[in-house]
């Protein structure tokens, strides 16, 4: 079972047992014998209350953790387990009634979706797709940094995809919007689940087409192109930005 208070996962390396569920999959705690007797333990999560949460932590010698840090603990296939019980939580949370009569919406039997048992509404967990693009020009890899971020790290370029556009569309359009350069030859790189809350990163590489790096001076306050030998801070390595970023370094015999 994952335990969870608000966005943080209740994270041990003692009480964690990665069994697996068969069919439901996931992963449980060893021992239920510190958990309150009422709890069904196989259900895949679990949210308590702060005043619950405290307890509960210390009776297990656990800590509440961002998910981030399950993917160092514990490597990216638990990681993107519990970002789904993380996105299922919170969209349960948010989904008790339906959005078009007020009627109560319940788990159908059939797959993950709510039904409205008022007027027969069927809604399912939203996703959010996005880009995430490797541009390159003449050994070089386009690399940003964002305004918000607080870290001198920089990255990829990235976006979310908007009602009526095909991922490529959505590449030309953040580029161009992002630095002002027009993009060829895009290409599939990889996906990623990112729970934060409910995307999915679709990964891409592309080359240069036209146009200078002029940062849009919103999102991003600086931009330019570089090598992997002068690489600037960038992403650690659990993200499909680093895997972008480690791709380009190894094609370019850097890595
Ligand atoms: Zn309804």
Same mark, same amino acid.
């Given at each position: 079972?994952?335990?969870?208070?608000?966005?943080?996962?209740?994270?041990s390396?003692?009480?964690?047992?990665?069994?697996?569920?068969?069919?439901?999959?996931?992963?449980?705690?060893?021992?239920?014998?510190?958990?309150p007797?009422?709890?069904?333990?196989?259900t895949?999560?679990?949210?308590?209350?702060?005043?619950?949460?405290?307890?509960?932590?210390?009776?297990?010698?656990?800590?509440?953790?961002?998910?981030?840090?399950?993917?160092?603990?514990?490597?990216?296939?638990?990681?993107?387990?519990a970002?789904?019980?993380?996105?299922?939580?919170?969209?349960?949370?948010?989904?008790?009634?339906?959005?078009?009569?007020?009627?109560?919406?319940?788990?159908?039997?059939?797959?993950?979706?709510?039904?409205?048992?008022?007027?027969?509404?069927?809604?399912?967990?939203?996703?959010? $797709?996005? %880009?995430?693009?490797?541009?390159?020009?003449?050994? =070089? *890899?386009?690399?940003?940094?964002?305004? +918000? &971020?607080?870290?001198?790290?920089?990255?990829?370029?990235?976006?979310?995809?908007?009602?009526?556009?095909?991922?490529?569309?959505?590449?030309?359009?953040?580029?161009?919007?992002?630095?002002?350069?027009?993009?060829q030859?895009?290409?599939?790189?990889?996906?990623?689940?990112?729970?934060?809350?409910?995307?999915?990163?679709?990964?891409?590489?592309?080359?240069?087409?036209?146009?200078?790096?002029?940062?849009?001076?919103?999102?991003?306050?600086?931009?330019?192109?570089?090598?992997?030998?002068?690489? $600037?801070? %960038?992403?650690?390595?659990?993200?499909?930005?680093? =895997? *972008?970023?480690?791709?380009?370094?190894? +094609? &370019?015999?850097?890595?």
């Amino acid at each position: 079972m994952l335990i969870f208070k608000g966005d943080k996962l209740l994270i041990s390396d003692e009480t964690y047992d990665f069994n697996d569920l068969g069919r439901d999959g996931g992963r449980c705690l060893r021992s239920s014998k510190d958990l309150p007797a009422s709890w069904d333990i196989t259900t895949h999560w679990r949210e308590v209350g702060d005043a619950d949460g405290d307890g509960i932590a210390s009776r297990l010698c656990a800590a509440w953790e961002d998910l981030r840090v399950v993917w160092t603990r514990f490597g990216e296939e638990d990681f993107v387990k519990a970002g789904a019980a993380f996105q299922y939580m919170n969209w349960l949370r948010l989904t008790r009634f339906c959005s078009v009569c007020g009627g109560a919406m319940s788990p159908r039997e059939e797959d993950k979706g709510l039904l409205c048992g008022s007027c027969g509404r069927v809604v399912y967990a939203p996703l959010h $797709p996005a %880009i995430i693009v490797a541009v390159e020009r003449d050994g =070089k *890899l386009l690399l940003a940094h964002n305004a +918000r &971020m607080p870290t001198k790290r920089y990255s990829v370029l990235a976006g979310f995809v908007e009602p009526g556009e095909s991922l490529e569309q959505t590449i030309a359009r953040e580029v161009m919007e992002e630095v002002g350069v027009e993009v060829q030859d895009v290409r599939y790189f990889g996906s990623q689940p990112w729970p934060f809350p409910c995307s999915l990163m679709l990964g891409f590489t592309a080359r240069w087409k036209s146009g200078e790096i002029h940062p849009d001076g919103l999102e991003l306050n600086d931009a330019g192109w570089y090598a992997p030998e002068d690489f $600037p801070e %960038i992403p650690p390595g659990m993200s499909i930005s680093r =895997k *972008l970023i480690d791709d380009f370094a190894v +094609r &370019m015999g850097k890595r």
